[in-house]
C-alpha cells in the first residue's frame, strides 16, 4: 500500500467500538496508539496495553498535547461516542491537532445509516455528526466517513424491528424495506482495514447483512420454531411526528446519549434510507457475519 510505517492513532480507544479497532490493527500488523483522556479506567487502559497498543494519557482537549502525541502518525481514527462537547468540540479538537501534526489522514466517528442520504433535524445524533463534517469536509486532510447502518446488535435487544417477547417484527411503510445492518466486530474490521489502506474515498457503505421485516419474519419463525407475526407499526410520516413530540415533550433529553426519544429517531432513519451500494468487496480477506451466526436459538 506504498505506506512508511501504518501507524494509527484512535480516540475513543477504550470504548466498545474502538477496542475492538485496535485489536483489528493490531491483528493486521498495524502500530497502534490509542489515545486515553486523563481519569479513564485503569482496567481499560490495561486492556489496550494488553493488546499490544501504545497507550497514551492526556487531556483530549489541548491541541498542542494532542499534536505531539499524533506526530507521525498514518491515520487518525475517531470512535468516540457523546453529544455536542465529544461529536462536535471534542473532535474538532481532534482535527486541529491532526492538521498540526501533518496527519494525512482522518476517519471521523460516524459508523451509522448513511446520514447524507437523510434530511437534517430528523435525529440529534446524525445532526451533531453534520456539524462536525462542516469543519472537516474544508479541512485539508483526506477523510473518510464510513457507513455501516445499525449495528446489528441491536437486534437481540428486543427492539420493535425484531420483538422477542411478543413474537413480532414491526416495520413503518413497506414490509419490503431492506434494512442495514453491521456487526460491530465486522465494522471493527473493515475500519482497521480503511485506517491502512491510503487510497480510501470520502465515504465507504457496508453491511453484514440487509435484511426485510418480512424476511425477519421468516427467520425468525424458522429459527425458533414458533410463529411470528409481521405488523405494521404506521407510517414514516406518523413515527416523525411522534418523535417530534416526544422530543418537544422531554427537553432533558437533549443532554442526555441515550433519550427516550432516540429509538424513534434511529427507527425513522432505518426505514427511511438504505444502502443502494456497498463496498464490502474493497478487502476481500474479510468475512461478513451471518444473521443467523448472530440471533440463534438459546441451548
Not at 68 to 95: E, F, P, R, T, W
Not at 134 to 146: C, F, G, Q, R, Y
Not at 255 to 264: D, I, K, P
Amino acid at each position: 500500500m506504498n505506506r512508511m510505517s501504518n501507524r494509527i492513532a484512535i480516540a475513543g480507544s477504550t470504548g466498545n467500538l474502538g477496542r475492538r479497532i485496535v485489536k483489528a490493527l493490531l491483528e493486521r500488523g498495524a502500530t497502534v496508539v490509542g489515545l486515553v483522556r486523563t481519569g479513564a479506567g485503569e482496567e481499560k487502559i490495561d486492556s489496550l496495553k494488553a493488546f499490544g497498543a501504545t497507550v497514551e494519557i492526556l487531556d483530549v482537549t489541548n491541541v498542542e498535547q494532542l499534536a505531539g502525541v499524533l506526530a507521525g502518525a498514518d491515520c487518525v481514527v475517531s470512535a468516540v461516542a457523546g453529544l455536542h462537547d465529544v461529536i462536535v468540540d471534542g473532535q474538532n479538537v481532534l482535527l486541529e491537532a491532526a492538521l498540526r501534526a501533518g496527519v494525512p489522514r482522518f476517519i471521523p466517528s460516524d459508523f451509522s445509516t448513511d446520514f447524507t442520504k437523510l434530511p437534517p433535524g430528523e435525529n440529534r445524533n446524525f445532526d451533531l455528526r453534520r456539524e462536525f463534517h462542516k469543519v472537516l469536509d474544508a479541512a485539508p486532510i483526506a477523510s473518510t466517513a464510513i457507513f455501516n447502518g445499525a449495528f446489528a446488535e441491536i437486534l437481540t435487544y428486543n427492539i420493535p424491528v425484531l420483538d422477542f417477547k411478543k413474537k413480532t417484527v414491526g416495520y413503518w411503510d413497506n414490509p419490503d424495506h431492506h434494512l442495514d445492518f453491521t456487526t460491530m466486530d465486522d465494522t471493527a474490521a473493515y475500519t482497521a482495514a480503511a485506517a491502512l489502506d491510503p487510497t480510501t474515498p470520502q465515504s465507504l457503505r457496508i453491511v453484514s447483512f440487509q435484511v426485510t421485516p418480512r424476511d425477519l419474519v421468516k427467520f425468525a419463525s424458522e429459527t425458533f420454531q414458533t410463529h411470528w407475526e409481521l405488523v405494521r407499526m404506521g407510517t414514516v410520516e406518523e413515527l416523525r411526528a411522534q418523535n417530534k413530540a416526544a422530543r418537544a415533550a422531554n427537553p432533558e433529553g437533549e443532554n442526555e446519549l441515550y433519550s427516550s426519544w432516540q429509538q424513534g429517531q434511529y427507527m425513522q432513519s432505518m426505514f427511511s434510507t438504505e444502502h443502494a451500494s456497498l463496498e464490502n468487496d474493497r478487502y476481500p480477506n474479510l468475512k461478513w457475519t451471518k444473521i443467523e451466526n448472530l440471533i440463534r436459538p438459546r441451548s
